[in-house]
């Protein structure tokens, strides 16, 4: 059974900082592209980050650039997300996805594979 299972959400001041992981089980992921995404309360689900097979090419959504870095680990098999700088409106439920392909990916749609997300709460 395929599973993308994330940790590190919680509470935090706004400034401060988080650490995100997401851990694959079930199948290799070392050729799969992947992503993060958020959701707030009332709100669409959103892109954040990807990063390619590799870990050699990344993207962001613009409100998270310069504050958030993804990346690869565990020879490339998980994922990790490290944000900086957080704000209140950062507060979310973050979801770890991955795509059966090696190039990034920008839509939900376009991603085969979830986590049942964690929550971010950033106080201001």
């Given amino acids: ?3 993308l299972v994330e ?5 935090v001041q706004a400034g401060g900082s ?3 992981s997401c851990a694959a089980s079930g199948r290799t992921f070392s050729s799969y592209a992947m992503g993060w995404f958020r959701q707030a309360p009332g ?8 990063i390619n097979w590799s870990g050699g090419l990344t993207h962001y959504a613009d ?15 998980s ?3 490290q944000m900086n700088s957080l704000k209140s409106e950062d507060s979310a439920v973050y979801y770890c996805a ?3 392909a090696m190039g990034l990916g920008f839509k939900s749609f376009e991603y085969d594979y979830w986590g049942q997300g964690t929550q ?4 201001s």
């Fill in 43 to 50: 709100k669409e689900r959103e892109f954040v980050a990807a």
């Fill in 63 to 77: 409100f998270v650039k310069g504050r958030f870095t993804i990346s690869r680990v565990s020879g490339k098999d």
């Fill in 7 to 11: 940790s590190g959400g919680g509470l």
């Fill in 120 to 123: 971010v709460t950033v106080s």
């Fill in 79 to 81: 994922a990790a997300l």
């Fill in 98 to 100: 991955a795509r059966r």
């Fill in 18 to 20: 988080l650490r995100l």
């Fill in 1 to 3: 059974q395929v599973q």
